[in-house]
């Protein structure tokens, strides 16, 4: 079987379309927009906005997605490295992380069809497999474990509060369950990030690094924020379950507001997010 | 066959075809049976991202406004996508054609309709273009209405009378809400 396989080698039927992230940043209506005073930033989800339902039906297929590409990323981890670059107990992590996946896909299959979405409606994007695909394994655990998963914290916990808002007890469990996961995951990450690099500090300061790089490009030009109508809100509590300490939290606010006043910038506004 | 105009006539952002969103709308308002001289105007802003939808009667020309990310194909942005043009249009010149209608007389315009009117009325809609033929889909439709109206069986029933309904007014929307509410209120 293929070692480090690319992200265009990923298996998919006819009913999935790629989009690039980069396509998106760069689309010419977002600077338009912002030119003519049209451009919307997207708020906080909320039941009673006109745009809530579809909203909510992307967010959770392109969860759904990432579900996917978690458990290819979780499956690659713990098949293309030696025992001499991953100890064999994080293999076994990692295998543990395909279980929870593969049921977190069936969750995800079930809320999109109760949410009326169909598998494949919308474009999917590749990127958390992509940060899986780095050759050093302390830095796929950073990048997906870590950055990745930490976002999904932050993601499933802003839905299961849109679930318990809009009284729907279908998304409320279903994030429940998907988030105590996650939660391990990204202890996961943090446990075998010290300990692969334990006696490596300039190791470790590189996959910090990378996962500073991928918290940034993944705030979503700063979406996912502390600010109290961000679509998506950082979860301190959860993360700090997760392993976070409250530094490295402070960081990822700090990296967001970063973010956030960039793409504001990029697109000729006050840098003020 | 009812008189269209699409602005812009071409786009600079967006790779849409005003003559296809045009005959698409002349299609529709054929099934639909608005009357040969009720003017239609369909506005595309293509800067807007953001999927959204207004429309609007002036005497009888109808005016619907809709942004270019309401149109657009989810697997390719950018690209105008045919069938979710269709039920757009087609949700909109259906409640034209229902403010035409004496029926329907009372029912408010702009932020004076509710999120939970607007959803009763768009699932009154969307049924009967499912009986026209045009491919919609009822799950998705639910979402959105229990998601305004609140997830219990009961309210999944008010759902189905406005989705099987035909020749229904405005009252009867505003009934259906009021009925919802009284069944939140109990959950």
Same mark, same amino acid.
């Given at each position: 079987?293929?070692?480090?396989?690319?992200?265009?080698?990923?298996?998919?039927?006819?009913?999935? =379309?790629?989009?690039?992230?980069?396509?998106?940043?760069?689309?010419?209506?977002?600077?338009?927009?912002?030119?003519?005073?049209?451009?919307?930033?997207?708020?906080? /989800?909320?039941?009673?906005?006109?745009?809530?339902?579809?909203?909510?039906?992307?967010?959770?297929?392109?969860?759904?997605?990432?579900?996917?590409?978690?458990?290819?990323?979780?499956?690659?981890?713990?098949?293309?490295?030696?025992?001499?670059?991953?100890? /064999?107990?994080?293999?076994?992590?990692?295998?543990?992380?395909? =279980?929870?996946?593969?049921?977190?896909?069936?969750?995800?299959?079930?809320?999109?069809?109760?949410?009326?979405?169909?598998?494949?409606? /919308?474009?999917?994007?590749?990127?958390?497999?992509?940060?899986?695909?780095?050759?050093?394994?302390?830095?796929?655990?950073?990048?997906?474990?870590?950055?990745?998963?930490?976002?999904?914290?932050?993601?499933?916990?802003?839905?299961?509060?849109?679930?318990?808002?809009?009284?729907?007890?279908?998304?409320?469990?279903?994030?429940?369950?998907?988030?105590?996961?996650?939660?391990?995951?990204?202890?996961?990450?943090?446990?075998?990030?010290?300990?692969?690099?334990?006696?490596?500090?300039?190791?470790?300061?590189?996959?910090?690094?990378?996962?500073?790089?991928?918290?940034?490009? /993944?705030?979503?030009?700063?979406?996912?924020?502390?600010?109290?109508?961000?679509?998506?809100?950082?979860?301190?509590?959860?993360?700090?379950?997760?392993?976070?300490?409250?530094?490295?939290?402070?960081?990822?606010?700090?990296?967001?507001?970063?973010?956030?006043?960039?793409?504001?910038?990029?697109?000729?506004?006050?840098?003020?997010? | 066959?009812?008189?269209?105009?699409?602005?812009?006539?071409?786009?600079?952002?967006?790779?849409?075809?005003?003559?296809?969103?045009?005959?698409?709308?002349?299609?529709?308002?054929?099934?639909?049976? @608005?009357?040969?001289?009720?003017?239609?105007?369909?506005?595309?802003?293509?800067?807007?991202?953001?999927?959204?939808?207004?429309?609007?009667?002036?005497?009888?020309?109808?005016?619907?406004?809709?942004?270019?990310?309401?149109?657009?194909? @989810?697997?390719?942005?950018?690209?105008?996508?045919?069938?979710?043009?269709?039920?757009?249009?087609?949700?909109?010149?259906?409640?034209?054609?229902?403010?035409?209608?004496?029926?329907?007389?009372?029912?408010?315009?702009?932020?004076?309709?509710?999120?939970?009117?607007?959803?009763?009325?768009?699932?009154?809609?969307?049924?009967?273009?499912?009986?026209?033929?045009?491919?919609?889909?009822?799950?998705?439709?639910?979402?959105?209405?229990?998601?305004?109206?609140?997830?219990?069986?009961?309210?999944?029933?008010?759902?189905?009378? @406005?989705?099987?309904?035909?020749?229904?007014?405005?009252?009867?929307?505003?009934?259906?809400?009021?009925?919802?509410?009284?069944?939140?209120?109990?959950?």
């Amino acid at each position: 079987m293929k070692k480090m396989l690319p992200v265009q080698e990923l298996a998919r039927d006819s009913r999935f =379309w790629r989009t690039r992230m980069e396509e998106q940043m760069s689309d010419p209506r977002i600077g338009a927009g912002r030119v003519r005073g049209t451009y919307q930033r997207p708020g906080r /989800f909320n039941p009673d906005e006109p745009q809530a339902a579809d909203g909510a039906r992307s967010l959770m297929h392109g969860i759904f997605m990432g579900e996917i590409q978690a458990l290819e990323a979780a499956g690659r981890t713990a098949f293309d490295f030696d025992l001499d670059q991953t100890p /064999f107990q994080l293999k076994l992590d990692m295998a543990r992380q395909c =279980w929870d996946e593969a049921r977190h896909v069936e969750i995800s299959v079930k809320l999109t069809e109760w949410m009326g979405t169909d598998i494949g409606e /919308f474009a999917e994007a590749t990127f958390l497999y992509e940060a899986a695909c780095n050759a050093d394994p302390a830095m796929r655990l950073t990048g997906v474990n870590r950055a990745l998963e930490g976002l999904a914290i932050d993601v499933f916990n802003t839905m299961k509060d849109f679930g318990e808002r809009s009284g729907d007890p279908v998304m409320t469990f279903c994030e429940d369950w998907m988030l105590a996961d996650e939660v391990t995951h990204v202890k996961m990450g943090s446990d075998w990030l010290r300990r692969l690099t334990e006696n490596d500090p300039e190791r470790r300061k590189q996959a910090l690094d990378f996962q500073r790089l991928v918290d940034k490009i /993944f705030s979503l030009g700063g979406q996912r924020s502390d600010h109290e109508d961000a679509p998506i809100k950082l979860a301190r509590q959860f993360r700090s379950i997760a392993g976070f300490s409250s530094e490295e939290i402070e960081e990822i606010a700090d990296v967001s507001n970063e973010a956030a006043a960039e793409s504001l910038a990029r697109m000729g506004a006050p840098t003020k997010a | 066959m009812a008189t269209v105009t699409v602005t812009p006539e071409a786009f600079e952002l967006v790779e849409f075809d005003a003559g296809v969103i045009r005959s698409i709308a002349e299609e529709l308002a054929t099934l639909i049976g @608005l009357q040969d001289d009720v003017p239609i105007t369909v506005e595309v802003d293509e800067t807007v991202i953001m999927p959204r939808v207004e429309s609007s009667i002036v005497g009888n020309a109808i005016t619907i406004s809709v942004t270019g990310g309401a149109l657009e194909d @989810l697997h390719k942005a950018r690209t105008l996508s045919p069938e979710r043009t269709r039920l757009i249009l087609g949700t909109h010149l259906l409640r034209a054609r229902d403010r035409l209608d004496p029926a329907w007389a009372e029912a408010p315009t702009g932020d004076e309709l509710t999120v939970q009117h607007t959803s009763a009325w768009d699932t009154y809609t969307e049924g009967r273009l499912q009986r026209l033929g045009l491919p919609t889909r009822q799950q998705r439709r639910i979402y959105h209405f229990r998601l305004r109206h609140g997830f219990s069986d009961d309210i999944d029933g008010v759902f189905q009378r @406005l989705w099987d309904g035909e020749n229904l007014s405005w009252s009867d929307v505003e009934k259906a809400c009021e009925e919802t509410a009284a069944l939140k209120s109990n959950l």
